[in-house]
C-alpha cells in the first residue's frame, strides 16, 4: 500500500537519524527538505534518559533543529499515562535515571521507595539490588507496575548494553507480575506525536530501524511504514515472525529521493 498523501513523518531516532555520536546518511538533509516542503514531522523514541530539551540540544550539535515540543520519548508517555491513571500527587517510586525522575516529579507525582501506588522502570545505569528489592516489595504489595519501554538493549558505540526490558523483565520474574508498557511497540507513542503535528494515522509514515518496536508500533497505529537499514536490522536478517514494513530502504538519502520523486505523496 502505497497512501497518495503523507503529510507528516515520525522517525525513531537512534539508528535512524544518528548512531551513537555520528549522524547517518541522508539525515540533515532529509529533515531540512521536509522543513522546505511544510511537511511536519516528529521524533518518537523508547529512550528514556534524556529530556526532549536535551535531545534538541544533541541534535542541535549534530546539525539537526527539532524543537523540543517535536520530540516524544518514553518518559513524556509514561508522565502522560500516570496524569491519565493516577490522584496527582500520588507517591511512585522510579527505576530510572534523573530526567525519567525529574518527567515524573513535573507531572505532579512524588517520586518514593515506599508505600507506592505504582512502579515506573526505565533504563538505570546505577540500578542495584536495593532498588530491584524494593520495587519487587512495592509489586509484592499491589503497587501499579508500568514500564517505560521493553527495549532488552541499548546500542553504543562499544556494542550493546542491557536495556530498560532487561530491568523490566527481573523485576517481572521476580514478582509474577505483567507490567502496563509505554514504549513501542505499543502505539502510544506514535499517537502523542501525531496529535503534535496534527495529522490522521493514514496521511503519516513512520520510519524506524527496528521491526520488532518501530514498524511494528507504525502498523498497530495504522501508518505507513518505512524500514531503514541504518540500524539495528542491517545486522541481522528479519523473520517470518517479523512485522513487514511498506517501503524499505537503505538510508535517509534514499528516502529524500522517494518522496520527492513522487510529489503526490
Ligand atoms: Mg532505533
Do not use: C
Amino acid at each position: 500500500m502505497i497512501p497518495t498523501s503523507l503529510r507528516g513523518y515520525l522517525f525513531d531516532m537512534d539508528g535512524v537519524l544518528y548512531r551513537g555520536r555520528r549522524v547517518l546518511p541522508g539525515a540533515r538533509a532529509l529533515l531540512a527538505a521536509l522543513d522546505r516542503m511544510g511537511i511536519p514531522f516528529a521524533l518518537v523514541t523508547n529512550n528514556s534518559t534524556r529530556t526532549p530539551r536535551q535531545y534538541a540540544r544533541l541534535l542541535a550539535t549534530m546539525g539537526m533543529r527539532v524543537p523540543a515540543e517535536r520530540i516524544v520519548t518514553s518518559s513524556v508517555g509514561t508522565a502522560a499515562y500516570l496524569r491519565a491513571t493516577l490522584r496527582p500527587g500520588s507517591r511512585v517510586l522510579v527505576i530510572g535515571e534523573p530526567p525519567f525522575r525529574r518527567a515524573i516529579a513535573r507531572a505532579g507525582f512524588v517520586p518514593a521507595w515506599e508505600d507506592v501506588a505504582t512502579i515506573v522502570v526505565g533504563l538505570d545505569r546505577r540500578i542495584t539490588y536495593r532498588k530491584l528489592a524494593l520495587a519487587t516489595a512495592a509489586l509484592a504489595g499491589g503497587a501499579e507496575f508500568v514500564a517505560s519501554n521493553p527495549d532488552p538493549l541499548v546500542p553504543t558505540e562499544t556494542g550493546a548494553m542491557p536495556g530498560a526490558g532487561a530491568l523490566v523483565s527481573a523485576l517481572q520474574y521476580a514478582s509474577g507480575r505483567k507490567p502496563v508498557v509505554i514504549g513501542k511497540p505499543d502505539p502510544r507513542l506514535l499517537h502523542e506525536a501525531m496529535a503534535r503535528i496534527g495529522t490522521r494515522p493514514e496521511q503519516t509514515a513512520m520510519v524506524g530501524d527496528q521491526l520488532g518496536t518501530d514498524i511494528a508500533a507504525g502498523r498497530a497505529a495504522g501508518l505507513f511504514t518505512i524500514l531503514v537499514l541504518t540500524g539495528v536490522t542491517a545486522d541481522r536478517s528479519p523473520t517470518d515472525a517479523d512485522p513487514r514494513p511498506d517501503l524499505t530502504v537503505r538510508n535517509l538519502n534514499d528516502l529524500r529521493r522517494w518522496m520527492i520523486s513522487a510529489p503526490s505523496r
